[in-house]
């Protein structure tokens, strides 16, 4: 069994940074890339970053590619999402998704996510 647990989300000011973490449990020792999305209300979840299971490869959102970054700990089973120059359209519950595949590669099909963490930023 594969649990997601999302943390560190919050209130924040428009401008100011929070860094989230997804900590992962059960088939760790299994490759898997790692993906956040959000989703605000009243709108559809949309993808914000992933990382592929080596870190090599990230991948961002058009929206957030400049101040959003994606990074992770495999000792630690840990993925990050460092969010800087927040503005209230990132305003959303912060999703943190795991895909498992051989390669670790991030195909945009998570099997796994967890139950999201808040994040609100005030104007």
């Known amino acids: 069994q594969v649990q997601l647990v999302e943390s560190g989300g919050g209130l924040v000011q428009t401008g100011g940074s929070l860094r989230l973490s997804c900590a992962t449990s059960?088939?760790?020792?299994?490759?898997?890339?790692m993906g956040w999305f959000r989703q605000a209300p009243g709108k559809e979840r949309e993808f914000v970053a992933a990382i592929t299971w080596s870190g090599g490869i990230t991948y961002y959102a058009d929206s957030v590619k400049g101040r959003f970054t994606i990074s992770r700990d495999n000792a630690k089973n840990t993925v990050y999402l460092q969010m800087n120059s927040l503005e209230p359209e990132d305003m959303a519950v912060y999703y943190c998704?795991?895909?498992?595949?051989?390669?670790?590669?991030?195909?945009?099909?998570?099997?796994?996510w967890g139950q999201g963490t808040q994040v609100t930023v005030s104007s």
């Open positions: 998704a795991a895909e498992f595949n051989r390669n670790g590669e991030w195909r945009g099909r998570p099997d796994y």
């Open positions: 059960g088939r760790t020792f299994s490759r898997r890339a």
